[in-house]
């Protein structure tokens, strides 16, 4: 069987069998279309012919480019090694190869980069510009932005609660994560007070009778406020308080992470509340403290530098 006839029977796997997202089918295409030209430029059109050596190989074209192909950063490299990695473990399942030759090549590990948390000032600053003062909408914007700073919710969770998802008088919130998991969060008071004030004054307002949507934040027709509707209520209340750094949802998240570390949370007391599988991903959020430890070291200590 050709490679490209095992990689159109891969992609429909991952379609109909795994019901991935056609974003993500998209790019699982792109990045095997890449690597089977790299397979046919060395005069390799059947699966058993490919070796370790070849996976190798590739992995090398990936960093320094070809005539065809631009060079790719460490993350873009590490996932189309990940696509073809899941080529080949396909391949296995289906018998088409008696072994796996991707197991050996580990994909480029990028390095830690610190996330970007924004000053509690700043954070303050957002909030009290959103929306347009005395409007349906302003009361809406305000108690998502509460929510998304004071909860650190992605910003899929966030648009995703529904009335039944809230209990105001236990101050919590039930959020559904990745993978379908589901994890009940506090509302902190001013998260709190935002809410209230929006359920109570603003969202009978946005309510349609046609659409009859159960989610907590409805856009002006009356239907879900979609994620890409609450990045731009953000960007615009970010811009409104004059923030000029780059601010994004995860912006968000990445400060209630930060700001919970340096008040002294226990960083898997910060893992349960982000929702991470594992605590390795909630530590990187440690740098960001140890290097604002650092810098107050450098500045205060009077033998820090010469």
Sequence with gaps: M???????DYLSHLSVERGLADNTIRSYRRDLRRYVDFLNAEGLTE???????HIAAFLGSLRTGDDEHSALGTASAARTIVSARGLHRFMVREQLVTSDVTAAVKPP??????PKALPL??????????GAPGTTLSSRDRALLEVLYGTGARISEAVGIDLDDLDLEDSTVLLRGKGGKQRILPVGSFAL?????YLTSSRPALVS?????????????GGRLSRQSAWTVLTKAAKRAGITSDVSPHTLRHSFATHLLDGGADVRVVQELL????????????????????EIYASA???ATQ
């Design 209 to 221: 009778a046609r659409q009859n949507s159960p989610a907590v934040f409805l856009n002006a027709r």
């Design 275 to 294: 929702g991470h599988a594992s605590v390795t991903t909630t530590q990187i959020y440690t740098l960001v403290t140890v290097e604002k430890l650092r």
């Design 47 to 53: 699966p058993t012919a490919i070796t370790e050596n």
């Design 121 to 130: 000032s700043d954070i303050e600053a957002i909030l009290d510009a959103a």
């Design 109 to 114: 590990r990028p390095a830690a980069r610190l």
């Design 193 to 197: 007070a935002s809410l209230s004030d």
């Design 2 to 8: 050709s490679m490209d006839r095992v990689v159109q």
């Design 301 to 303: 200590h009077p033998r």
